[in-house]
T-cell receptor, first 114, second 112 residues
Framework: GESVGLHLPTLSVQEGDNSIINCAYS??????FIWYKQESGKGPQFIID?????DKRQGQRVTVLLNKTVKHLSLQIAATQPGDSAVYFC?????????????FGKGTHLIIQP | EAQVTQNPRYLITVTGKKLTVTCSQN?????MSWYRQDPGLGLRQIYY???????DKGDVPEGYKVSRKEKRNFPLILESPSPNQTSLYFC???????????FGSGTRLTVV
C-alpha cells in the first residue's frame, strides 16, 4: 500500500485565510520530504522540502512542519490567494534506499473560495 | 531557463504500435525518472536512471523500456502499447539521489 497519504482529498478555504494540508507517512526510515503543487494541465512543481533533522522550515508564505514522533507532515499556506488553487502532494524519500525515487501521496485538492 | 522538456504533450495511438516519448533536461542532472499519474493512484515511478547507461526499474515498469545514452536525454519507449497504458506521463530530474525532482509538463497518452 501507499507509504505516504493525505488525510483529506479536498480542502476549501476562503481567500485570505490560512490553509493547512496534512500528510501521514508510515516509513520511519524516510528522511526527506517534499511538498509539490500541481496546477491543472501542468507537472508537479516543487514548493518546499524538509529533512528529518528539522521540525520546521519556512518559505515564502509556506511553512512545512514535520512531526517524526507521529509520522506527520503538514503544509501551511498563509493568506491564500486564487493562484494557490491546485492539488498538493507530499512525497517522501529514503536516503541511501535501494531504489531512487519519491513515493507520493494521492494529493489534496485545495480550492480557494472568493 | 532550467527545465525538463517532454514531447509530445498529447498522443493518441493504437494498440501495438511502438512509440517513444522523449525527455530532455538542461540542468546537467544525473538522476532522471519517469512517472505515470492515474486518478486515484497518484504518481508512480516507472523507471529511473542514476547516470548514463545506468537505469533501473521503479514500481510499475511492465510494458516500458528506457535508455540513457546521453546525460540530458531519457526517452520512454512503449514497444507494444496497450489501453491500460493510457495515462499522464511525467519525466523528472534531480541533481542528487534522494533529492527533489524537477518535473516536465507531462505527456497525455491515449491508447485505443
Amino acid at each position: 500500500g501507499e507509504s505516504v497519504g493525505l488525510h483529506l482529498p479536498t480542502l476549501s478555504v476562503q481567500e485570505g485565510d490560512n490553509s493547512i494540508i496534512n500528510c501521514a507517512y508510515s516509513n520511519s526510515a524516510s528522511d526527506y520530504f517534499i511538498w509539490y503543487k500541481q496546477e491543472s494541465g501542468k507537472g508537479p512543481q516543487f514548493i518546499i522540502d524538509i529533512r528529518s533533522n528539522m521540525d520546521k522550515r519556512q518559505g515564502q508564505r509556506v511553512t512545512v512542519l514535520l512531526n517524526k514522533t507521529v509520522k506527520h507532515l503538514s503544509l501551511q499556506i498563509a493568506a491564500t490567494q486564487p493562484g494557490d488553487s491546485a492539488v498538493y502532494f507530499c512525497a517522501e524519500n529514503v536516503s541511501g534506499g535501494g531504489a531512487d525515487g519519491l513515493t507520493f501521496g494521492k494529493g489534496t485538492h485545495l480550492i480557494i473560495q472568493p | 531557463e532550467a527545465q525538463v522538456t517532454q514531447n509530445p504533450r498529447y498522443l493518441i495511438t493504437v494498440t501495438g504500435k511502438k512509440l517513444t516519448v522523449t525527455c530532455s533536461q538542461n540542468m546537467n542532472h544525473e538522476y532522471m525518472s519517469w512517472y505515470r499519474q492515474d486518478p486515484g493512484l497518484g504518481l508512480r515511478q516507472i523507471y529511473y536512471s542514476m547516470n548514463v547507461e545506468v537505469t533501473d526499474k521503479g514500481d510499475v515498469p511492465e510494458g516500458y523500456k528506457v535508455s540513457r545514452k546521453e546525460k540530458r536525454n531519457f526517452p520512454l519507449i512503449l514497444e507494444s502499447p496497450s489501453p491500460n497504458q493510457t495515462s499522464l506521463y511525467f519525466c523528472a530530474s534531480t541533481p542528487e539521489r534522494g533529492g527533489g525532482y524537477t518535473f516536465g509538463s507531462g505527456t497525455r497518452l491515449t491508447v485505443v
